[in-house]
């Protein structure tokens, strides 16, 4: 496996993944994809590690999947239309999914493009920030005939209103930085040679936070999308009172009323 695709880094609680094909403007092929999931894995069991950064080298973020790669014949005979979707079942649909899963707060920094998959990794994250002159593209329909793939259906129906959703999905126009921001798809802009200072400073940030407050979050977000008020109250009801015995909650209490920053303890060591 070749881990320089992706590299790795660690500043004391933060850990940084740079996407590193950029002539090939990180494209996510296979090789691409195993080594994210693996860096990921890593993270999963570092209990030290308390946020994440997304980034990548290059003019863009990602132009997303591999065109030729999908239409080239394959020797075991396989169709292109079944190796496409073998590779999502296996490789892109768990890298979403161990984002989605990932026990720490995630931040991506896209410049230049994020296209088709691109996009979807992106957003995939807790929180996007973006140069002011990168962009999204979603070519799937308008382009290739394909629907948006990578979860990012499900980001934009909630992320979006339906017209907007819709509109990008049919049309796939070119989405400024700025105007994803003002649509509320991504968290914020920022200028260019200030996104990876803006983007680590926003990590660190989250880094001080309780160790389980980014899975907390995105659980009780999701699971509102399909409750009424009764059930997202009751459910939120048994969360805070887990939350409420924690060690976490006691100090951050304390630290509250003592005026002081908390100082939160480590991350639970994960579930081999």
Not at 35 to 48: A, C, G, K, M, N
Not at 62 to 86: I, K, P, V
Not at 137 to 153: A, E, I, Q, R, T
């Given at each position: 496996?070749?881990?320089?695709?992706?590299?790795?880094?660690?500043?004391?609680?933060?850990?940084?993944?740079?996407?590193?094909?950029?002539?090939?403007?990180?494209?996510?092929?296979?090789?691409?994809?195993?080594v994210l999931?693996?860096?990921?894995?890593?993270?999963?069991?570092?209990p030290s590690?308390?946020?994440?950064?997304?980034?990548?080298?290059?003019?863009?973020?990602?132009?997303?999947?591999?065109?030729?790669?999908?239409?080239?014949?394959?020797?075991?005979?396989?169709?292109?239309?079944?190796?496409?979707?073998?590779?999502?079942?296996?490789?892109?649909?768990?890298?979403?999914?161990?984002?989605?899963?990932?026990?720490?707060?995630?931040?991506?920094?896209?410049?230049?493009?994020?296209?088709?998959?691109?996009?979807?990794?992106?957003?995939?994250?807790?929180?996007?920030?973006?140069?002011?002159?990168?962009?999204?593209?979603?070519?799937?329909?308008?382009?290739?005939?394909?629907?948006?793939?990578?979860?990012?259906?499900?980001?934009?129906?909630?992320?979006?209103?339906?017209?907007?959703?819709?509109?990008?999905?049919?049309?796939?126009?070119?989405?400024?930085?700025?105007?994803?921001?003002?649509?509320?798809?991504?968290?914020?802009?920022?200028?260019?040679?200030?996104?990876?200072?803006?983007?680590?400073?926003?990590?660190?940030?989250?880094?001080?936070?309780?160790?389980?407050?980014?899975?907390?979050?995105?659980?009780?977000?999701?699971?509102?999308?399909?409750?009424?008020?009764?059930?997202?109250?009751a459910y939120?009801?048994?969360?805070?009172?887990?939350?409420?015995?924690?060690?976490?909650?006691?100090?951050?209490?304390?630290?509250?009323?003592?005026?002081?920053?908390?100082?939160?303890?480590?991350?639970?060591?994960?579930?081999?």
């Amino acid at each position: 496996m070749d881990t320089d695709i992706v590299r790795f880094e660690k500043n004391g609680t933060v850990a940084c993944l740079t996407l590193n094909r950029p002539e090939q403007l990180n494209g996510l092929d296979i090789p691409m994809q195993k080594v994210l999931l693996h860096w990921l894995e890593q993270v999963r069991q570092d209990p030290s590690i308390r946020a994440l950064m997304l980034t990548a080298q290059g003019r863009a973020f990602s132009a997303g999947g591999d065109l030729e790669l999908l239409l080239a014949d394959r020797e075991d005979g396989m169709s292109a239309a079944d190796a496409a979707a073998s590779m999502m079942r296996e490789w892109s649909n768990p890298l979403i999914a161990a984002l989605e899963e990932l026990p720490v707060a995630t931040v991506c920094a896209v410049q230049g493009v994020a296209a088709g998959a691109g996009a979807s990794l992106a957003l995939s994250c807790d929180l996007v920030i973006a140069a002011e002159d990168a962009f999204f593209l979603l070519p799937f329909l308008p382009k290739l005939g394909l629907v948006p793939d990578l979860g990012m259906s499900w980001y934009l129906a909630r992320g979006i209103s339906r017209a907007r959703a819709l509109g990008l999905m049919l049309l796939g126009p070119r989405l400024s930085a700025p105007q994803a921001q003002q649509w509320g798809l991504i968290w914020d802009t920022v200028p260019k040679d200030q996104l990876q200072s803006q983007a680590s400073q926003l990590a660190t940030t989250l880094a001080s936070s309780p160790a389980s407050a980014a899975l907390e979050a995105r659980r009780a977000l999701y699971r509102a999308y399909q409750s009424d008020l009764s059930d997202q109250m009751a459910y939120e009801t048994d969360r805070q009172q887990a939350l409420l015995a924690s060690a976490d909650f006691r100090e951050g209490a304390r630290a509250f009323l003592e005026r002081r920053p908390a100082r939160f303890g480590p991350r639970p060591a994960p579930d081999l």
